[in-house]
């Protein structure tokens, strides 16, 4: 990637964004926000560099660069909390999930179906007719599920919430993995960009010898995964694999196992994770907001500035909003 940023100028501004003040107070963002390919071409971006984006940061973003928020990307480009890089778990995410359950009584198969609310409490119903009671209630469900209508709130929520909930995107997003008995590309390449689709490719087995093989994954939101699930699970994987052939320039690259994973047709996710589009700027902070101190918000929706979108970003937000209930509790005894 850095050498990718040194030989490619183009390429290394949608990476550091690194705007003279002056190009940014010339041209300010149109009032009540616009969408980023507009506010980028009044920046000056040629058609290479404005592909970039679409290939790179908008993918990454979660949607297609027409819809996300110029106003929001600005801040995300200013949001310098959690670094530059790019990490990830060597023993996988569920080792996150089995450290912060130990302990705790969860319940499995409790698919939620109406919430029922007021000052004195909370009593949640679920599919399978089981019922939890509790002071409070700290919801996580994502973004497209809230507008999905299938959790039921009694009563509504209040108008806020719900014009909160209303104004943010969750496109659809795809992962499709292949795994080869060789190695694709030589160990030191640990990703690709292509200027097919799908156009964001990493693999695992970066830095690692591939005695068996090497593992690649493609990334796809927004129009391109739009387009990709238009073709079913076979045909994006055949399609994929086409791209990635042409890339490495290697045709007879044959996978020895493939699939893909479709957020949006998961019932519990419906989508990959949220997005603003113009004119949503303050809807994150809405939505994370407590609801008459009994219901609390978290989940990457909520989370503020590069955090959304994000697992670091999820995390985060279910401790503030832990916090929010023990500040309550502490403050009623």
């Known amino acids: 990637?850095?050498?990718?940023?040194?030989?490619?100028?183009?390429?290394?501004?949608?990476?550091?964004?690194?705007?003279?003040?002056?190009?940014?107070?010339?041209?300010?963002?149109?009032?009540?926000?616009?969408?980023?390919?507009?506010?980028?071409?009044?920046?000056?971006?040629?058609?290479?560099?404005?592909?970039?984006?679409?290939?790179?940061?908008?993918?990454?973003?979660?949607?297609?660069?027409?819809?996300?928020?110029?106003r929001a990307a600005l801040d995300d480009w200013a949001d310098t909390r959690f670094g530059s890089g790019d990490y990830r778990i060597l023993d996988g995410y569920d080792?996150?999930?089995?450290?912060?359950a130990e302990g705790l009584d969860i319940r499995f198969h409790a698919v939620v179906t109406e919430i029922h609310w007021s000052r004195s409490g909370v009593r949640v119903l679920t599919a399978d007719e089981r019922e939890f009671e509790g002071a409070s209630l700290i919801i996580t469900l994502p973004l497209a599920v809230l507008q999905s209508g299938h959790v039921r709130f009694e009563?509504?929520?209040?108008?806020?919430?719900?014009?909160?909930?209303?104004?943010?995107?969750?496109?659809?997003?795809?992962?499709?993995?292949?795994?080869?008995?060789?190695?694709?590309l030589p160990r030191e390449i640990a990703a690709l960009y292509s200027a097919q689709s799908p156009p964001m490719w990493w693999t695992p087995s970066y830095g690692h010898d591939a005695v068996d093989g090497q593992v690649w994954t493609a990334f796809v939101t927004g129009d391109y995964a739009r387009q990709m699930r238009s073709l079913?699970?076979?045909?994006?994987?055949?399609?994929?694999?086409?791209?990635?052939?042409?890339?490495?320039?290697?045709g007879d690259l044959q996978p020895v196992s493939a699939r893909w994973i479709d957020w949006a047709s998961d019932p519990f996710a419906l989508g990959g994770y949220s997005s603003k589009p113009p004119g949503a700027y303050g809807a994150r902070a809405v939505l994370a907001q407590p609801t008459e101190d009994v219901l609390?918000?978290?989940?990457?929706?909520?989370?503020?500035?590069?955090?959304?979108?994000?697992?670091?970003?999820?995390?985060?937000?279910?401790?503030?909003?832990?916090?929010?209930?023990?500040?309550?509790?502490?403050?009623?005894?």
């Open 1 to 70: 990637m850095a050498e990718a940023r040194r030989l490619h100028p183009d390429f290394d501004i949608t990476r550091s964004w690194n705007f003279p003040p002056e190009l940014l107070a010339a041209h300010p963002i149109a009032p009540f926000d616009q969408p980023l390919d507009a506010y980028l071409r009044r920046l000056g971006f040629n058609p290479d560099q404005l592909e970039y984006v679409r290939r790179s940061y908008a993918n990454a973003a979660g949607e297609s660069i027409d819809r996300l928020s110029a």
């Open 95 to 100: 080792t996150i999930h089995a450290r912060l």
């Open 155 to 184: 009563p509504p929520l209040p108008s806020d919430k719900q014009a909160a909930v209303a104004a943010l995107n969750m496109a659809p997003a795809l992962k499709l993995i292949y795994r080869f008995g060789e190695p694709v």
């Open 232 to 250: 079913g699970e076979a045909g994006a994987l055949d399609a994929g694999l086409r791209t990635l052939r042409a890339e490495t320039e290697r």
């Open 296 to 333: 609390y918000w978290a989940g990457e929706a909520t989370a503020s500035g590069d955090a959304a979108g994000t697992v670091h970003g999820a995390y985060l937000s279910g401790v503030r909003a832990a916090q929010e209930v023990l500040a309550l509790g502490i403050q009623q005894g």
